[in-house]
């Protein structure tokens, strides 16, 4: 697993207004795309999990990376990502939109007033 040192977390949005977080840092490990010490941005991060004293984040392209050591201007920053990630996940969470919702199809549950409202018609 990649780890990533020196890292800051970003708040970004989106053209449409939606807030993303993402991580830049630097980032060490086995991965052949970035050459050891390569300095990176992550997709935006859907999720973490924490291990003992260790945070590893998941991002939108399914890649994980172990937080190590953060940017030493930013104090309490592993505590910071994890309210700031509790709440994008708290204001993204799908819900019911009358607008955009449409009725595509019904089904009686009682079948014999279906079957009455078939002969009617």
């Known amino acids: ?3 990533l040192n020196n890292w800051k977390m970003l ?4 053209r449409d207004g939606e807030p993303l977080v993402c991580i830049e840092g630097r980032v060490y490990g086995s991965n052949p795309r970035f050459p050891t010490s390569s300095h990176i941005r992550t997709s935006p991060v859907t999720d973490y999990s924490l291990n003992s004293n260790s945070m590893v984040i998941m991002t939108k392209r399914g890649s994980e990376y172990l937080l190590g050591k953060p940017d030493p201007s930013q104090a309490f920053a592993q505590q ?7 709440r994008l996940t708290q204001t993204s969470a799908p819900s019911f939109n009358e ?16 079957h009455e409202t078939a002969k009617e018609g």
Do not use: H, K
Request: proline share 3%.
């Open 99 to 114: 607008l955009e919702s449409q009725l595509t199809g019904f089904e009686e549950s009682n079948p014999s007033n279906a």
């Open 1 to 3: 697993m990649n780890i």
């Open 11 to 14: 708040d970004l949005v989106t």
């Open 80 to 86: 910071r990502l994890m309210r700031r990630l509790s």
